[in-house]
Nanobody
């Protein structure tokens, strides 16, 4: 059974940082492009960042470019999202998945709340 488990979220003040982790199990994802997605209350889920299977190429949504960094450790079957200079508008539940996403792989996500 494939599982993607996100962790590392929490409450942080504006300007703060968090590092999210996505641990995969059930199969290896070392040949998949992986993405971080987020869904804010009342909004649709959106793609935030993507990393290719090798880690050589990345993509970021304009809203997070320069502040977020996606990375991966294929040996650990884990993907990370370093989030710096957080803003209140970054508040959302964050999910990881393959890119393009596979519906059955969505996990519970991890809540990120940016507030003073």
């Amino acid at each position: 059974q494939v599982q993607l488990v996100e962790s590392g979220g929490g409450l942080v003040q504006p300007g703060g940082s968090l590092r999210l982790s996505c641990a995969a199990s059930g199969r290896t994802f070392s040949r998949d492009a992986m993405g971080w997605f987020r869904q804010a209350p009342g909004k649709e889920r959106e793609l935030v960042a993507v990393i290719t299977w090798s880690g050589r190429n990345t993509y970021y949504a304009d809203s997070v470019k320069g502040r977020f960094t996606i990375s991966r450790d294929n040996a650990k079957n884990t993907v990370y999202l370093q989030m710096n200079s957080l803003k209140p508008e970054d508040t959302a539940v964050y999910y990881c998945n393959t890119n393009p996403a596979i519906d059955t792989y969505w996990g519970q996500g991890t809540q990120v709340t940016v507030s003073s």
